[in-house]
């Protein structure tokens, strides 16, 4: 029973369609973010003084981008979470109903 259901979400087309979206949607958010946090740690390793430049009396620069790589991180996050509970998770539904 229980191999026979495997085949039939296997074999039907809306699940190679939500494989396809959701491999191709998480890896263009992993690349973001990849770029993001390495662009910051490229900064941190080859620029300094610009970090080092004082936007207030104490916080300098390299304060301000850092948080905005943790709030990049948390709205990518958002992102994908909007998308698997939206068109993911009714993806997910009509496959599992095809297959019973």
């Known amino acids: 029973m229980q191999a026979d259901v495997v085949n039939r979400v296997r074999a039907n087309p ?3 369609e939500l494989i396809k979206k959701r491999n191709r949607y998480s890896w263009t958010l992993a ?13 941190v390793a080859f620029n300094k003084p610009f970090l080092a430049i004082k936007v207030g009396t104490v916080v ?28 993911y998770e009714q993806l997910t539904r009509e496959i599992v109903e095809d297959a019973r």
């Open 14 to 16: 809306k699940f190679a």
């Open 31 to 43: 690349i973001l973010m990849l770029v993001i946090y390495y662009g910051f740690i490229w900064l």
């Open 60 to 87: 300098t620069l390299g304060f301000p981008i850092g948080l905005g790589v943790i709030l990049a991180a948390v709205v990518i996050t958002g992102l994908y979470v909007s998308r698997a509970n939206g068109e």
